[in-house]
Each structure stands twice: as structure tokens, then as C-alpha cells.
T-cell receptor, first 111, second 119 residues
Framework: SQQGEEDPQALSIQEGENATMNCSYKTSINNLQWYRQNSGRGLVHLILIRSNEREKHSGRLRVTLDTSKKSSSLLITASRAADTASYFCATDRGEGGKLIFGQGTELSVKP | DGGITQSPKYLFRKEGQNVTLSCEQNLNHDAMYWYRQDPGQGLRLIYYSQIVNDFQKGDIAEGYSVSREKKESFPLTVTSAQKNPTAFYLC??????????????????FGAGSRLTVL
């Protein structure tokens, strides 16, 4: 079962612009995580936000979490061509270590 | 370097054959996971194992089997019962809860994936 719904499914921007991706989920969570996947490769963990946190920063990444709306957003500031990848949110409901992934946003950053 | 190694990277299977995908980790992680990814879609959990000699079904376990005889290894067998096995398969492991990392968090480390194609 898929917990997360992400939008947009695809996003194309110019270098230097900001990119915002959204994730919605259905049930209560312990934490929400964002991962990045380059084409044909494995996923890499970017950032984790706990259910009692509202905002978190890591370098050019900013994540927000609204548990009342069951939604999260990932902002990448001053994007670079190297940021081109698919981005997935994943929710941890505390069930035996399972993470439930959304369907992802495909980001294309044009130089 | 510590990490997760999946092999083979590419695999072709004929109808009716079983194939086994290898996943080995040297991170000393207790938990390991297998996910399936179809084009343009997210990851779906096939099986997971939190300790040696124990594993649980995920959301799409039918047609798959696993074993966890060693902490480092979690091979996945795609059996002939899996009707649509063509996909990208990802193995992951999780840092132990009591050995560093955010308390109670489930941050996964992924392998590079194995792409299975049925001919």
C-alpha cells in the first residue's frame, strides 16, 4: 500500500531557481524522510523530520511538516543541474522498521 | 568502504525460471529490506528482516522468497509464480537503533539496484 502521494509528478526549472515538492500521507507517522534517486541508481537519504518538528534545514534543503494536514514539502534553493533526480518522501509509522514510499517527483534542472 | 552490494546489476530471465538476486552489506546493520520499483513509480516493499533467521512479508510478497541465514546477506528469489517480475529491485539496510543515529529513526541505506527483465 502506498502511503505517500507526491506532487508534482514532474518539475522542470532553470538553474538558480528554487524547487518545491510536496508529499501527502494518510495515517499518523513517527517521522517523514526524503530520499533522492539518480536515474537507474539506488536511493540516497537526504533529510528526516520527526512528527513533533515543523521545519528542518540541511544545506540548501528545507523540509516542512504539517501533521494536521498530513503533508510535507521539500524545498531545494538555488538549484543546480546536479540536482536533477527523482525525489521521494517516505513515512515511518513505527511498524517494524518499514518505510512507505511515495511515487516521487522527477526534477529536471536545466543549465 | 562500508556499503551494500547488489548483484547482478542486470539479469535476464526466461519464463518459468527462478532467479536469485544477491544483497550483501558490511555495515553491521541488523535490518534489511527488499523493494521493487516499476517505471515512474515509487518503491513497494517485498520482504524485510529485522534479525537473522527471521523475516516478514511486505506488501507484495507473492511470487518471491527470501532467506536470512547471515547478518550480512539477504538474497531474494524471484520465482516462476511471480507473474510480472520485470522491474528494478532495490535492497536496503537500516542502522541499528541502539548504535548511533537518531533515536528510533529508520534511515535506510540502499544498494545500487538490480534490473530484472523477463524475456
Amino acid at each position: 500500500s502506498q502511503q505517500g502521494e507526491e506532487d508534482p509528478q514532474a518539475l522542470s526549472i532553470q538553474e538558480g531557481e528554487n524547487a518545491t515538492m510536496n508529499c501527502s500521507y494518510k495515517t499518523s507517522i513517527n517521522n517523514l524522510q526524503w530520499y533522492r534517486q539518480n536515474s537507474g541508481r539506488g536511493l540516497v537519504h537526504l533529510i528526516l523530520i520527526r512528527s513533533n518538528e515543523r521545519e528542518k534545514h540541511s544545506g540548501r534543503l528545507r523540509v516542512t511538516l504539517d501533521t494536521s494536514k498530513k503533508s510535507s514539502s521539500l524545498l531545494i534553493t538555488a538549484s543546480r543541474a546536479a540536482d536533477t533526480a527523482s525525489y521521494f518522501c517516505a513515512t515511518d509509522r513505527g511498524e517494524g522498521g518499514k518505510l512507505i514510499f511515495g511515487q516521487g517527483t522527477e526534477l529536471s534542472v536545466k543549465p | 568502504d562500508g556499503g551494500i552490494t547488489q548483484s547482478p546489476k542486470y539479469l535476464f530471465r526466461k519464463e518459468g525460471q527462478n532467479v536469485t538476486l544477491s544483497c550483501e552489506q558490511n555495515l553491521n546493520h541488523d535490518a534489511m529490506y527488499w523493494y521493487r520499483q516499476d517505471p515512474g513509480q515509487g518503491l513497494r516493499l517485498i520482504y524485510y528482516s529485522q534479525i537473522v533467521n527471521d523475516f516478514q512479508k511486505g506488501d507484495i510478497a507473492e511470487g518471491y522468497s527470501v532467506s536470512r541465514e547471515k547478518k550480512e546477506s539477504f538474497p531474494l528469489t524471484v520465482t516462476s509464480a511471480q507473474k510480472n517480475p520485470t522491474a528494478f529491485y532495490l535492497c536496503a539496510s537500516r542502522a541499528n537503533r541502539d548504535r548511533g543515529g537518531p533515536s528510533g529513526a529508520n534511515v535506510l541505506t540502499f544498494g545500487a539496484g538490480s534490473r530484472l527483465t523477463v524475456l
